[in-house]
């Protein structure tokens, strides 16, 4: 009967993992309103040298300054995220609190939106994450930085509130950060928001 027992709750485990998954993860990095910054007007006309070229232009990337809406597991859970600033280094406000030896501090300002029907309650931080151009990952550290408040740990924001602060990242001095990703449900959600750096 205890054999029984276990298999149905291994078999439960496995049918709910596979509902979690079944959507697929999806990286959104098309910012909300564009905000690409329109030619200098010329004084006189230029003949062209070259034929047009009926290329398709490429969609606009998310970049420091930008908002991102991304969506969480529950019905109308959906955040407006905006990268706000990025510091590839960044000092500690506590001097007994310092990045491990070939290490440095890099920090994010972070705005998130409630623009869903559903309250908010998780820590922002759990989701955030930074990539290098080598693609190694780095998750966020407890620790706060002298450009500003970081964010709260735990966060919980009704439909139209906001939350704003700096999420820390400890990175290898040699690492150059490309990417900066958001992901709702503390990391697990299936769309990630993510900005491109510089």
């Not at 809406?69 to 280094?89: M, R």
């Not at 693609?135 to 407890?142: E, I, L, P, V």
């Not at 999420?167 to 959600?189: C, L, N, W, Y």
């Amino acid at each position: 009967m205890r054999r029984i027992g276990v298999t149905i709750t291994t078999a439960t485990l496995v049918v709910l993992l596979a509902a979690c998954n079944s959507g697929g993860t999806s990286v959104n990095n098309t910012p909300d309103k564009a905000t690409t910054k329109a030619a200098a007007p010329t004084k006189k006309a230029v003949a062209p040298t070259a034929k047009p070229t009926t290329a398709k232009p490429k969609p606009a990337v998310a970049h420091v300054g930008d908002t991102l809406t991304v969506h969480g597991y529950e019905n109308g859970s959906q955040l407006a995220v905006t990268l706000v600033k990025w510091l590839p280094t960044a000092k500690s406000s506590d001097e007994f609190m310092t990045p491990d030896a070939g290490k440095r501090y890099a920090a994010a300002q972070i705005r998130i939106t409630n623009t869903g029907t559903a309250a908010y309650s998780d820590s922002p931080s759990n989701g955030a994450q930074v990539a290098d151009g080598s693609g190694q990952r780095f998750d966020s550290t407890f620790a706060d930085v002298t450009a500003g408040p970081s964010m709260a740990s735990s966060v919980t924001l009704k439909p139209g509130d906001k939350a704003l602060g700096w999420i820390t990242f400890e990175v290898p001095k040699a690492s150059t950060i490309t990417a900066v990703q958001f992901t709702m449900d503390s990391g697990f959600a299936d769309e990630v928001g993510e900005w491109r750096i510089p």
